[in-house]
């Protein structure tokens, strides 16, 4: 394997795991997000903007990834 095959190989490898961590994360706020208003819909407006922001920095993290792939 060269040097070139390497570095496309690990570019690869650096998206694939951190996309994968930020995509766990943002399922698991939203499912556990919706069953909360599910069991306390008045909650809606407590529990919305909460989980735009975990969600928004689990975001963050895949893009940290995919800037850490383009920079290798």
Do not use: H, Q, W
């Not at 969600?55 to 290798?72: D, G």
């Amino acid at each position: 394997m060269d040097a070139e095959s390497a570095k496309f190989i690990a570019k690869a490898v650096a998206m694939g795991v951190g996309a994968i961590g930020p995509g766990l994360g943002i399922g698991l706020i939203g499912a556990k997000a919706m069953e909360a208003i599910g069991r306390n819909p008045e909650a809606t407006g407590k529990l919305f903007v909460p989980m735009l922001l975990g969600m928004a920095f689990a975001e963050a993290i895949a893009i940290y990834a995919l800037v850490v792939s383009f920079t290798l």
